[in-house]
């Protein structure tokens, strides 16, 4: 089993709709989340941590269930300037320094006009 | 402003030869990481150093080798390179500071191995 599992799409999505991502992952010691975007060809840029209590960043929402070792992304009203592919990052757990993170494979988005 | 920069950005080489990919950043970060992108595989870790004259093995490390002699830069270079190592390769860097560090990634170098 993958240690971070997504859907990889491709998510084809008209413009304004809403459309969720989902990531789980398989440590549950693990304490760090992120969401990254990736462009095509060019590099992973972080879109937003992800805390316990969830968080917001204007039309993107982060949500975290460690119970259930899943992580979410919503996006809401999408715009074409959306199309990436988004990442989901775990931290690794068990190093001595803890800056090691693992990346999934990644969820196309696709947003038409 | 800070950044982090690959060079070259792209480089086409042949079965054997010895190739060195350099990654220089300014943020003055502690840890520094190198990663494979291959289509499939999403992006896998190769090596990785959390200071200097420190240098780590990731998962996907043979064939490959690092040397942290400055905080700045951590070249990495394939020893006699192989088609198989044909990719698209990230550095990235990280403060150290903790768990919730973030990565910055550079712009990343396109390999081809003839």
């Known amino acids: 089993r993958k240690e971070v599992e997504q859907d990889p799409g491709p998510f084809n999505v008209p413009e304004g709709a809403t459309v969720a991502f989902n990531c789980t992952y398989s440590?549950?010691?693990?304490?760090?989340f992120f969401w990254y975007r990736q462009d095509c060809r060019k590099e992973p840029k972080l879109l937003m941590s992800?805390?316990?209590s969830g968080n917001e960043d204007g039309r993107f929402t982060a949500q975290l269930n460690r119970a259930s070792q899943y992580i979410s992304l919503l996006i809401r009203d999408s715009k074409l300037s959306d199309s990436a592919t988004y990442l989901c990052?775990?931290?690794?757990?068990?190093?001595?320094?803890?800056?090691?993170?693992?990346f999934g494979q990644g969820t196309t988005l696709q947003v038409k006009p | 402003d800070a950044e982090i920069t690959q060079s070259p950005r792209h480089k086409i080489t042949e079965t054997g030869r010895q190739v060195t990919l350099a990654c220089h950043q300014t943020?003055?970060?502690?840890?520094m990481f190198w990663y494979r992108q291959d289509l499939g595989h999403g992006l896998r870790l190769i090596h990785y150093s959390y200071g200097v004259q420190d240098t780590n093995k990731g998962e996907v490390s043979d064939g490959y080798s690092v040397s942290r002699s400055n905080t700045e830069d951590l070249p990495l270079t394939l020893e006699s390179a192989a088609s198989s190592q044909t990719s698209v390769y990230f550095c990235a860097s990280s403060s150290g500071q903790g768990a919730a560090d973030t990565q910055y990634f550079g712009p990343g170098t396109r390999l081809t191995v003839l």
């Open positions: 990052v775990v931290n690794s757990v068990g190093s001595s320094n803890t800056g090691k993170l693992i």
């Open positions: 440590n549950s010691a693990s304490q760090s």
């Open positions: 943020w003055n970060h502690n840890n």
């Open positions: 992800v805390y316990s």
